[in-house]
């Protein structure tokens, strides 16, 4: 029959009749398609596979027993017209081919008529409903992405196919996105889909960081800048940086802390309010009023929780204050009137927890107080620590070298606010440093006397990991650590140049008032390095001995090759520091999944690389003094960028620790630091980890703080 009805059509006098039964079936198909009913069936039919009369009926919606015939009546002509069979064996229905061709150009015209109806609407991010138009895509992906326009138009037309197969779709502007972004991945164009990305959150993590503890806890503020931070961190981490600094920071070979605001803010700002006319802000926070002058001690007094308040949001890490604390104490007529104002301009100056340190400086005697005064601050500092939970007001005391004799008189009360959990910070020669011993100005450069300077140095390079690395090799060792510092400090002078546009363009009101966008404002980049010891005593196996020499070889190596790059990046202010950040912990996790639990970890049992450099008080009163002390000192002047050497006297009496404090206060910066826990329930603090419950309300609650 096949073969006959072919002979048939390709013979000519027969043609013309064939034509015509043809396009009569075209017309009785077109006729079939008329109903939506029928359409209905074919896509069950399509959809399920072989259908019984029953279920077909059912699945059609034919439920009554009065639509039967209706039923029946629909079935017949899609039989007839051979787009529907039956089985006569099965007793079941199928979609022919045919059948299938149908469904399909009804889909097509549905389609079709959408298009051209414009009945496809979009909701957009900006709260709006508006008529899909492809155009807009197009133009998305020539301007955001740069995408050129032959593309483009492949692009958006295969976008396009795709989402009118979605049909039922709730079409939203991120759903576009995401099939654009995936037609790009499809054709190859990775660093076009990167352009076009959207940065927010997973829904998920939204819904899990709203049921969370810890992220609640700092209220709506603590919510926000999380949600902030991470999508900036984003940003930061796969649209801005270089991709072998990403790498690096991936693979744990360096650390970028403060992701989140790394590429806005700088992490330390030294401001010098002793000459200022006050701030005046000229339009650039409207909400605030002209902060007066600073002469006296009530206009400090109002002053200071503005001024606290407004630097808070422009540093990651911490903000220097000079000259606030003389202004303060001149005019107050006793020392129990500086204690308690002192105490109470800190009390309501408090920010965040996890907004920067703010560190108040006293220079003695340059800032013109006698002992008494000073000693009477100290005692008004201690009180505002001991009534905070977690302390973020640091004070930072420097003495001349004609100083030292007033610092010995101040022993007693240095002692007290250190044992309370105070941030406080001893150096010499009026060198102004902020709590973490980053210097205001990289020694050796120009910058000292400015009146506001910003340190970038929140990119630490992991130095165990290099150690590992270099197969017990210094020479290498250096060698690498060489390398790396130059891509690192590159990447942070491109910070720098961003960050100083932020700051002419208003992102830091307080600091361009006072430094007046930068012309009398200083900068200086800085890389951080982190496990100095380990990576030098443990890991390339060297000696108590020989190990000190060494260590100062390699971090001369670093200063060394730090200027030389710095210079060549136009970078006057460039250097190195040893200081804490979150490196530490992250580096020493990271290591120890790579190479297996970490022993020299395992040995001081603890979770964290080594920062900046700790001497333990019990060690230094046994006789250790003469060694940890040269060294620090040694280091100290090596590194030009930073340097904290910290006293642990955790478990020191009063009169040992403050013997210690003593033994090491000659050092040109020294941290003097306790360990102590927060019941997160009451909010008071004991000592140490000495039990599980809170002394005071009984809580389990409780988070470790190192001050
Ligand atoms: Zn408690």
Same mark, same amino acid.
């Given at each position: 029959?096949?073969?006959?009805?072919?002979?048939?059509?390709?013979?000519?006098?027969?043609?013309?009749?064939?034509?015509?039964?043809?396009?009569?079936?075209?017309?009785?198909?077109?006729?079939?398609?008329?109903?939506?009913?029928?359409?209905?069936?074919?896509?069950?039919?399509?959809?399920?596979?072989?259908?019984?009369?029953?279920?077909?009926?059912?699945?059609?919606?034919?439920?009554?027993?009065?639509?039967?015939?209706?039923?029946?009546?629909?079935?017949?002509?899609?039989?007839?017209?051979?787009?529907?069979?039956?089985?006569?064996?099965?007793?079941?229905?199928?979609?022919? !081919?045919?059948?299938?061709?149908?469904?399909?150009?009804?889909?097509?015209?549905?389609?079709?008529?959408?298009?051209?109806?414009?009945?496809?609407?979009?909701?957009?991010?900006?709260?709006?409903?508006?008529?899909?138009?492809?155009?807009?895509?197009?133009?998305?992906?020539?301007?955001?992405?740069?995408?050129?326009?032959?593309?483009?138009?492949?692009?958006?037309?295969?976008?396009?196919?795709?989402?009118?197969?979605?049909?039922?779709?709730?079409?939203?502007?991120?759903?576009?996105?995401?099939?654009?972004?995936?037609?790009?991945?499809?054709?190859?164009?990775?660093?076009?889909?990167?352009?076009?990305?959207?940065?927010?959150?997973?829904?998920?993590?939204?819904?899990?960081?709203?049921?969370?503890?810890?992220?609640?806890?700092?209220?709506?503020?603590?919510?926000?800048?999380?949600?902030?931070?991470?999508?900036?961190?984003?940003?930061?981490?796969? !649209?801005?940086?270089?991709?072998?600094?990403?790498?690096?920071?991936?693979?744990?070979?360096? !650390?970028?802390?403060?992701?989140?605001?790394?590429?806005?803010?700088?992490?330390?700002?030294?401001?010098?309010?002793?000459?200022?006319?006050?701030?005046?802000?000229?339009?650039?926070?409207?909400?605030?009023?002209?902060?007066?002058?600073?002469?006296?001690?009530?206009?400090?007094?109002?002053?200071?929780?503005?001024?606290?308040?407004?630097?808070?949001?422009?540093?990651?890490?911490?903000?220097?204050?000079?000259?606030?604390?003389?202004?303060?104490?001149?005019?107050?007529?006793?020392?129990?009137?500086?204690?308690?104002?002192?105490?109470?301009?800190?009390?309501?100056?408090?920010?965040?927890?996890?907004?920067?340190?703010?560190?108040?400086?006293?220079?003695?005697?340059?800032?013109?107080?006698?002992?008494?005064?000073?000693?009477?601050?100290?005692?008004?500092?201690?009180?505002?620590?001991?009534?905070?939970?977690?302390?973020?007001?640091?004070?930072?005391?420097?003495?001349?070298?004609?100083?030292?004799?007033?610092?010995?008189?101040?022993?007693?009360?240095?002692?007290?606010?250190?044992?309370?959990?105070?941030?406080?910070?001893?150096?010499?020669?009026?060198?102004?440093?902020?709590?973490?011993?980053?210097?205001?100005?990289?020694?050796?450069?120009?910058?000292?006397?400015?009146?506001?300077?910003?340190?970038?140095?929140?990119?630490?390079?992991?130095?165990?990991?290099?150690?590992?690395?270099?197969?017990?090799?210094?020479?290498?060792?250096?060698?690498?650590?060489?390398?790396?510092?130059?891509?690192?400090?590159?990447?942070?002078?491109?910070?720098?140049?961003?960050?100083?546009?932020?700051?002419?363009?208003?992102?830091?009101?307080?600091?361009?008032?006072?430094?007046?966008?930068?012309?009398?404002?200083?900068?200086?980049?800085?890389?951080?390095?982190?496990?100095?010891?380990?990576?030098?005593?443990?890991?390339?196996?060297?000696?108590?001995?020989?190990?000190?020499?060494?260590?100062?070889?390699?971090?001369?190596?670093?200063?060394?090759?730090?200027?030389?790059?710095?210079?060549?990046?136009?970078?006057?202010?460039?250097?190195?520091?040893?200081?804490?950040?979150?490196?530490?912990?992250?580096?020493?996790?990271?290591?120890?999944?790579?190479?297996?639990?970490?022993?020299?970890?395992?040995?001081?049992?603890?979770?964290?690389?080594?920062?900046?450099?700790?001497?333990?008080?019990?060690?230094?009163?046994?006789?250790?003094?003469?060694?940890?002390?040269?060294?620090?000192?040694?280091?100290?002047?090596?590194?030009?960028?930073?340097?904290?050497?910290?006293?642990?006297?955790?478990?020191?009496?009063?009169?040992?620790?403050?013997?210690?404090?003593?033994?090491?206060?000659?050092?040109?910066?020294?941290?003097?630091?306790?360990?102590?826990?927060?019941?997160?329930?009451?909010?008071?603090?004991?000592?140490?980890?000495?039990?599980?419950?809170?002394?005071?309300?009984?809580?389990?609650?409780?988070?470790?703080?190192?001050?």
């Amino acid at each position: 029959m096949e073969q006959m009805s072919y002979d048939l059509q390709s013979s000519g006098p027969l043609k013309g009749g064939v034509l015509e039964s043809a396009s009569k079936r075209v017309r009785m198909i077109f006729s079939v398609m008329a109903s939506p009913n029928r359409i209905d069936i074919l896509r069950i039919l399509n959809t399920k596979g072989p259908l019984t009369y029953s279920e077909l009926k059912a699945l059609a919606g034919f439920k009554s027993k009065k639509e039967s015939g209706k039923f029946a009546y629909h079935l017949r002509k899609l039989l007839r017209q051979l787009l529907v069979a039956l089985n006569k064996a099965e007793r079941r229905y199928t979609i022919t !081919n045919l059948g299938k061709l149908v469904l399909s150009l009804a889909r097509q015209i549905e389609e079709r008529s959408i298009i051209e109806s414009g009945k496809m609407y979009v909701r957009t991010s900006r709260h709006t409903i508006e008529e899909f138009n492809s155009h807009k895509i197009i133009q998305s992906l020539v301007r955001e992405a740069n995408l050129p326009l032959e593309q483009a138009h492949k692009i958006t037309e295969e976008v396009e196919n795709k989402i009118y197969k979605f049909q039922t779709a709730y079409l939203t502007s991120s759903l576009i996105r995401e099939t654009v972004n995936s037609v790009l991945i499809e054709h190859g164009h990775e660093e076009y889909r990167n352009k076009l990305a959207c940065l927010g959150l997973p829904s998920s993590d939204i819904v899990e960081m709203l049921s969370s503890d810890e992220a609640t806890r700092n209220g709506i503020d603590g919510i926000m800048s999380r949600t902030a931070s991470s999508v900036f961190s984003k940003y930061l981490i796969f !649209n801005t940086l270089p991709k072998d600094i990403t790498d690096m920071h991936l693979a744990g070979e360096i !650390n970028i802390s403060n992701s989140g605001v790394w590429g806005l803010l700088p992490d330390t700002v030294f401001l010098d309010l002793a000459e200022l006319e006050g701030l005046d802000l000229q339009g650039r926070l409207l909400s605030v009023a002209r902060l007066p002058a600073i002469k006296s001690p009530d206009d400090v007094a109002a002053a200071l929780p503005v001024l606290i308040s407004l630097l808070s949001r422009e540093a990651s890490t911490e903000v220097v204050l000079e000259g606030v604390v003389p202004a303060l104490v001149k005019s107050s007529s006793t020392q129990d009137d500086i204690v308690s104002r002192f105490a109470r301009a800190l009390a309501t100056s408090s920010g965040a927890p996890s907004s920067p340190v703010i560190t108040t400086t006293i220079a003695v005697p340059a800032d013109g107080l006698d002992v008494k005064q000073v000693n009477a601050l100290l005692d008004g500092y201690r009180k505002y620590v001991d009534a905070t939970p977690v302390p973020r007001i640091g004070l930072a005391l420097s003495y001349s070298s004609n100083g030292n004799r007033m610092m010995k008189d101040s022993l007693d009360h240095v002692t007290a606010a250190v044992r309370s959990g105070g941030i406080i910070s001893i150096g010499n020669n009026n060198n102004v440093r902020a709590s973490s011993g980053i210097r205001k100005s990289v020694s050796g450069s120009s910058n000292k006397g400015a009146a506001a300077a910003m340190a970038l140095h929140s990119l630490s390079i992991n130095l165990p990991r290099l150690a590992y690395e270099s197969n017990k090799d210094e020479t290498y060792f250096r060698a690498k650590l060489a390398l790396m510092i130059k891509p690192s400090l590159a990447t942070m002078a491109m910070r720098k140049k961003t960050i100083v546009d932020y700051v002419k363009k208003g992102l830091m009101p307080a600091f361009a008032s006072t430094s007046q966008s930068m012309q009398r404002g200083t900068s200086s980049i800085m890389i951080n390095l982190t496990g100095t010891k380990e990576s030098v005593y443990s890991i390339l196996g060297h000696d108590a001995s020989g190990g000190s020499e060494i260590l100062q070889k390699v971090l001369r190596t670093a200063a060394e090759v730090a200027a030389a790059q710095g210079n060549q990046l136009g970078e006057e202010a460039a250097g190195i520091a040893m200081v804490s950040d979150d490196s530490g912990v992250r580096f020493a996790g990271l290591d120890s999944e790579k190479y297996g639990k970490v022993s020299l970890l395992q040995l001081q049992n603890t979770t964290s690389y080594s920062q900046g450099m700790t001497i333990n008080g019990r060690q230094l009163l046994l006789g250790g003094k003469a060694a940890a002390v040269h060294e620090c000192a040694a280091i100290d002047r090596l590194l030009n960028g930073g340097f904290a050497a910290g006293l642990d006297v955790t478990d020191l009496s009063a009169t040992e620790a403050r013997s210690a404090i003593e033994a090491a206060a000659e050092l040109p910066f020294l941290r003097p630091r306790i360990r102590a826990v927060v019941c997160t329930t009451c909010g008071r603090r004991s000592k140490a980890a000495t039990a599980d419950k809170c002394e005071f309300c009984k809580s389990q609650h409780s988070m470790p703080i190192y001050s």
